[in-house]
C-alpha cells in the first residue's frame, strides 16, 4: 500500500505543528513564571539558600534557564523539520550565548545589589559584567538565535497553508512571549535593547522577502513577529506617558 505523497506531507506538517504548539505552550508558561518571580517575587522566594544565593536566583539559573533553552530548542527543531545544517550550528552558538550573558547578568547584578557599598573600582568590575559585556553577548545570542529560527522557518515552510483556527492559535501565543519583552524592556530605559529586538526583526524580515512563502504557512513567525513588534512598541509607549 502506497501513501500518496499529499498525505505524507499533511502527517509530517500535522506533525510539526504539534511539537511546535507543545514547546511554544511550555515555554510561555515558564516565561511567564520567570518573569513574575522577578518582577513580583513572593516573600519565599526571597529565602536564603547558600551564601547571597537566594531562591529566586536559583531557580532562574538552575531551573527557568536551562528549560527555557531546551524549549527553544525544539521549537527551533520544529520551525525546520529536524534539518542539520549551519542554521544548527548558528541556532547552537546564540544559545550559549545567551546562556553566558545570562550567567554574567543575573550574578553580578545580584551582588551588585546586595553589596551596594563596594569598592569603586569593584562597582565598576561588577557593571562592566553587568550590564555591558554580559548585556551584549546577549544580545549576540538574541539575534544569532532569533535569525536562525526565522531562516530556519523560512527555508522550510508548512506544505499546506494553516487554518484559520490554528492560525489564531498561534497569534495567541505570541501575547505571553510579547508580555514578558514588553515588561523587561519597559524598565530598563535604554535604546539599545529596542535596536537589537528591531535588528532582529529587520533581519528576519528581509529573510522574508527573499523567501516569500505566505504567512500561514510559517507558524513560529506568527509567534515571532506579532511579540517583537510589542518589544519595539511597548516599552516607547509607557516611557511617553511617563514622560508626561
Known amino acids: 500500500m502506497t501513501v500518496e505523497p499529499n498525505t505524507t506531507a499533511a502527517m509530517r506538517d500535522s506533525r510539526r505543528i504539534y511539537r511546535l504548539q507543545l514547546c511554544l505552550a511550555a515555554f510561555s508558561i515558564v516565561a511567564v513564571l520567570a518573569g513574575w518571580s522577578r518582577l513580583r517575587p513572593p516573600q519565599f522566594l526571597l529565602i536564603g539558600c547558600g551564601d547571597v544565593l537566594r531562591l529566586r536566583e536559583a531557580l532562574s539559573m538552575f531551573v527557568y534557564a ?5 524549549l527553544l530548542w525544539g521549537m527551533f527543531r520544529a520551525a525546520g523539520d529536524r534539518a542539520m545544517d549551519v542554521l544548527t550550528v548558528v541556532f547552537l552558538l546564540g544559545l550559549y550565548f545567551i546562556g553566558v550573558g545570562m550567567g554574567m547578568h543575573d550574578t553580578c547584578d545580584l551582588l551588585g545589589r546586595i553589596y551596594p557599598g563596594v569598592s569603586r573600582e569593584l562597582r565598576k568590575s561588577l557593571d562592566f559584567f553587568d550590564n555591558r559585556l554580559g548585556h551584549w553577548v546577549f544580545f549576540a545570542g538574541f539575534i544569532l538565535t532569533s535569525l536562525a529560527a526565522g531562516a530556519a522557518q523560512l527555508r522550510h515552510p508548512l506544505s499546506t497553508p494553516l487554518s484559520r483556527r490554528r492560525t489564531a492559535g498561534f497569534l495567541l501565543f505570541s501575547l505571553p512571549l510579547a508580555a514578558v519583552m ?5 524598565f530598563e530605559r535604554t535604546s539599545v535593547d529596542l535596536c537589537v529586538v528591531f535588528s532582529a526583526l529587520v533581519a528576519i524580515l528581509v529573510l522574508h522577502a527573499i523567501y516569500r512563502p505566505g ?8 509567534v515571532l513577529y506579532p511579540a517583537y513588534g510589542a518589544a519595539l512598541i511597548g516599552p516607547l509607549l509607557y516611557w511617553a506617558v511617563r514622560a508626561k
Not at 182 to 186: D, Y
Not at 215 to 222: Q, V
Open 182 to 186: 514588553v515588561t523587561n524592556l519597559m
Open 66 to 70: 536551562p528549560l527555557l533553552v531546551l
Open 215 to 222: 504567512m500561514r504557512r510559517l507558524p513560529l513567525l506568527l
